[in-house]
């Protein structure tokens, strides 16, 4: 199946600098996602962009997709030592459910 | 609206026991995913269930099993435990994908610990 996988996977930036984090997967999709995890707990879903969209806006989260190169990117403005988590991506097929994720960026926002 | 809720919230098993983790997904919401996460293997799909009947199932051997009831509340359980189980299990929910909502909304996860 599919998966999802984020570069790079570790980073580390001061409090209001931008990160920038990207997905790349290998088949079509209907849709993917972003998800944030802090410190092990539950997912929190921030984004979704559909197949047919390139970019979309959400607060200080931007996300593009281009489906030519089965890439996307997040990039979140102005960090907050809040924004520290972990950052997933997470595709999914035509005709179901099922998300496939990658592996996870760690972010890290030092005040 | 409440959130996606799931009991217990921690679990301590012995090797060879069984376990059943609960999730009760966002009111309205009627199909329910299940998801493993471990350091190694990441995020990894179960298996979902729509209208009470298991629609996906990843790549987990049968000691896996889960059930959704008429209120779309979701079981999962895992029959003879074994190390490799220990994992923060994950719950999903979502409306049907027929009604154009791909979101899926998760729990605060079941941490299970197997010794």
């Known amino acids: 199946s599919q998966q999802g996988e984020e570069d790079p996977q570790a980073l580390s930036i001061q409090e209001g600098e931008n990160a920038t984090m990207n997905c790349s997967y290998k088949t079509s999709i209907n849709n993917l996602q972003w998800y944030r995890q802090n410190s092990g707990r539950g997912l929190v879903h921030l984004i979704l962009?559909?197949?047919?969209?390139r970019e979309k806006h959400s607060g200080r989260l931007r996300v593009t997709l281009d489906t030519s190169k089965k890439s996307s990117s997040l990039l979140i403005t102005a960090s907050r030592a809040a924004d520290t988590a972990s950052y997933f991506c997470a595709t999914v097929n035509y005709g179901n459910n099922r998300l496939a994720f990658g592996k996870g960026n760690q972010v890290v926002v030092i005040p | 609206k409440a959130g996606v809720t799931q009991t217990p919230r921690y679990l301590i098993k012995t090797r060879g026991q069984q376990v059943t983790l609960s999730c009760s997904p966002i009111?309205?919401?009627?199909?329910v995913s299940w998801y493993q996460q471990t350091p190694g293997q990441g995020l990894q799909f179960l298996f979902e269930y729509f209208s009470e009947t298991q629609r996906n199932k990843g790549n987990f051997p049968g000691r896996f099993s889960g059930r959704q009831f008429s209120n779309s509340r979701s079981e999962m359980n895992v029959s003879t435990l074994e190390l490799g189980d220990s994992a923060l299990y994950l719950c999903a929910s979502s409306l049907d994908p027929g009604q154009g909502s791909e979101t899926q909304y998760f729990g605060p996860g079941t941490r299970l610990l197997v010794l």
């Open positions: 962009i559909r197949s047919n969209e």
């Open positions: 009111s309205g919401h009627r199909s």
